[in-house]
Nanobody, 119 residues
Framework: QVQLVESGGGLVQAGGSLRLSCAASGRAFSTLAMSWFRQAPGKEREFVAA????????RYADSVKGRFTISRDNAKNTVYLQMNSLSPEDTAVYYC????????????WGQGTQVTVSS
């Protein structure tokens, strides 16, 4: 079981930026595919961005391409989500997820961090 702790959420005005962090423990970080999801009130959880466990591939939801950047620091066992040009539509609870060697069936979730973008 992988333990994940997110941080960095908060309240920001439209057009602003935030950087989320997710610290992982319990398994070798370099073997984890890391991703970010979000869930807005009344909506289903949706994919935001992902980093392959090999560290060579990233994917983004169309809604965040060009604005969000996922990165990872294997030395710090941490994955980041840099969010720029935020809009009220980005308001949600953001969750970090870890898949050992990309195995979604073994996915672990963090507790989530709230991001609120005011207009």
């Amino acid at each position: 079981q992988v333990q994940l702790v997110e941080s960095g959420g908060g309240l920001v005005q439209a057009g602003g930026s935030l950087r989320l962090s997710c610290a992982a423990s319990g398994r070798a970080f370099s073997t984890l595919a890391m991703s970010w999801f979000r869930q807005a009130p009344g909506k289903e959880r949706e994919f935001v961005a992902a980093f392959s466990w090999s560290g060579s591939t990233t994917r983004y939801a169309d809604s965040v391409k060009g604005r969000f950047t996922i990165s990872r620091d294997n030395a710090k066992n941490t994955v980041y989500l840099q969010m720029n040009s935020l809009s009220p539509e980005d308001t949600a609870v953001y969750y970090c997820a870890a898949d050992p060697r990309g195995a979604i069936s073994l996915r672990s979730w963090g507790q989530g961090t709230q991001v609120t973008v005011s207009s």
